[in-house]
T-cell receptor, first 114, second 115 residues
């Protein structure tokens, strides 16, 4: 079982739709959770950063973490064509040794159609 | 612009050759990370340096090595290159290690093609 599972999609939605992206994980030590957006052949760009369980909202983006279910989500409201990209979840235990590394999902390719 | 600078952006080289990828972290960041991204494997952590010292190691091959210099820039050396080494190589940096709640910021990557 991979440490982080993410449906690769592709996911295609009309402009204005609400998008839901999800990841599951198996390592209960993870406590820092992030979402990155990556445009084609560009570096991943940090979108959302949350610690432990709960919700965090930033503009059209909402990140949710449910540690009891080992499940994280990213919601995009009023999606725009400019949101078309690959979305990567990432997580870290944030403690010593090899736990310093971020473990990424494989990414979900999202296309928002005008 | 994340502030992390990587060179070269693209390079094509032959099997068996050696290349060096260079990274300048964001101003003030002490930690540098190297990641490899291929279509089938996704983003794979290779290695982390913190203020010149190796801090964590991931799936880095023995043919690959890295170092962080006193001015905090880092180099990733890839030798005896194979076709399967073709990938995007990303450098990332953070102020300290992730344990303090920071996250990492990525450069634009170096696209390596081995022919």
């Amino acid at each position: 079982q991979k440490e982080v599972e993410q449906d690769p999609g592709p996911l295609s939605v009309p402009e204005g739709a609400i998008v839901s992206l999800n990841c599951t994980y198996s390592n209960s030590a993870f406590q820092y959770f992030m979402w990155y957006r990556q445009y084609s052949r560009k570096g991943p760009e940090l979108l959302m950063y949350t610690y432990s369980s709960g919700n965090k909202e930033d503009g059209r983006f909402t990140a949710q973490v449910d540690k009891s279910s080992k499940y994280i989500s990213l919601f995009i409201r009023d999606s725009q064509p400019s949101d078309s990209a690959t979305y990567l979840c990432a997580m870290s235990a944030g403690s010593g040794g090899s736990n310093y590394k971020l473990t990424f999902g494989k990414g979900t390719l999202l296309t928002v159609n005008p | 612009d994340s502030g992390v600078t990587q060179t070269p952006k693209h390079l094509i080289t032959a099997t068996g050759q050696r290349v060096t990828l260079r990274c300048s972290p964001r101003s003030g960041d002490l930690s540098v990370y190297w990641y490899q991204q291929s279509l089938d494997q996704g983003l794979q952590f290779l290695i982390q340096y913190y203020n010149g010292e190796e801090r964590a190691k991931g799936n880095i091959l023995e043919r690959f090595s890295a170092q962080q210099f006193p001015d905090l820039h880092s180099e990733l050396n890839l030798s005896s290159l194979e076709l399967g080494d073709s990938a995007l190589y990303f450098c990332a940096s953070s102020p300290t290690s992730l344990g303090s709640g920071n996250t990492i910021y990525f450069g634009e990557g170096s696209w390596l093609t081995v022919v």
